[in-house]
């Protein structure tokens, strides 16, 4: 019995040369083409082509004739991002920066090649192996790409490229009867828990924070502590004034004593944090952020406009105001009620 003419192509194909696979409703492709590792889908519905059917299709992908490229003289990849991150480093960049930077470069190199020349790059495909194949997320592919783009800027060839959107969980923000609840059982956390609930600071800036930032009922927040290197003065809350006062008088604290000792790093304080949230009974996966979150959606529901709450929690752009600016029904009605 003869081989049907649909799968004879797919039965000539070289061994190893390529293969489809289902994905969703989708056949994709995956092969090799002039040395490099194409993964797309071919256009076919599952629910409509049978497997050799897609093999053909790869097939005549495989056999269309491309066009061979001249040579390209712009810089390889490898040596852009290498030469990028030890600018960063000569540019005294934070250490948590660079390390960033590091692990985008090897997650670049790996997939990409650090020979291919940083005009010939196959960023779409790149960020499906990574998405599919590692799994990584929208946010972490736009990372990699952002530290290429800032990379070939610096070279002085520059990368298009377009970013995928990230859609960001609305942020978790407390009720008031949570928040007293939290307050209650915080025992020992009682600190951290009224510093960042009253204040809106970050987990890093609170732990950074000395008695002597806190002058004339006023946090003022030098660069060095603030993320993004940028100092703000954030008022004190009457209740966490008290707060302050009692526990510098009974740790008998000096100037340049930590509100929060004990905390090598921000994310001790979240896991600590947390023990108090299970006390609750509240859930949360990043505690320190949802009392920053907390904080500012109050603000807003309670119409202080958000050029004064951009100020008071450092954000560099109003898109992120906005993105704390939560909404419920009876904001809702206040505002058919203004008409």
């Excluded at 000569?90 to 920066?97: K, M, N, P, Q, V």
């Excluded at 190199?109 to 790149?126: E, F, K």
């Excluded at 025992?187 to 002597?212: H, I, N, P, Y």
């Excluded at 100092?231 to 008088?249: D, F, G, I």
Aim: hydrophobic content about 40%.
């Amino acid at each position: 019995m003869g081989i049907p003419s649909r799968l004879r192509a797919s039965a000539a194909r070289p061994r190893g040369r390529g293969y489809v696979e289902a994905r969703g409703d989708q056949w994709w492709m995956n092969a090799r083409v002039q040395g490099q590792r194409v993964r797309r889908p071919l256009g076919l519905l599952v629910s409509e082509t049978t497997q050799a059917e897609a093999e053909v299709a790869l097939d005549r992908y495989l056999a269309r004739p491309v066009a061979t490229q001249p040579a390209s003289g712009a810089p390889k990849l490898g040596a852009v991002l290498e030469g990028y991150i030890r600018g960063m480093g000569a540019r005294g960049c934070r250490a948590s920066s660079v390390a960033n930077a590091e692990s985008s470069r090897r997650a670049l190199v790996r997939v990409l090649g650090a020979q291919t020349p940083i005009d010939r790059l196959d960023l779409n495909g790149y960020v499906l192996r990574r998405r599919d194949k590692d799994g990584v997320s929208t946010h972490s592919t736009n990372r990699d790409l952002r530290i290429l783009k800032a990379a070939g800027r610096a070279a002085k060839c520059p990368v298009e490229i377009t970013f995928g959107k990230v859609d960001k969980p609305a942020p978790q923000a407390l009720t008031r009867e949570e928040q007293d609840r939290l307050i209650a059982h915080a025992g020992e956390m009682r600190t951290a828990v009224l510093l960042l609930a009253l204040s809106g600071l970050r987990a890093g800036e609170a732990t950074k924070l000395t008695f002597k930032m806190v002058v004339d009922g006023e946090m003022r927040l030098p660069a060095e502590v603030c993320k993004g290197r940028y100092s703000r003065t954030v008022p004190v809350h009457p209740q966490l004034a008290e707060e302050l006062a009692r526990v510098r008088a009974e740790r008998g604290a000096g100037p340049d004593d930590l509100v929060l000792p004990g905390y090598a790093r921000s994310s001790e304080l979240g896991r600590r944090l947390r023990a108090v949230w299970a006390a609750a009974k509240i859930k949360t996966k990043r505690p320190a952020h949802a009392l920053r979150a907390t904080a500012a959606t109050r603000m807003l529901q309670a119409g202080i406009d958000v050029k004064t709450v951009q100020e008071i929690f450092g954000w560099q752009s109003l898109s992120v105001v906005a993105h704390y600016a939560s909404t419920d029904a009876a904001a809702k009605r206040r505002a058919i009620e203004s008409l």
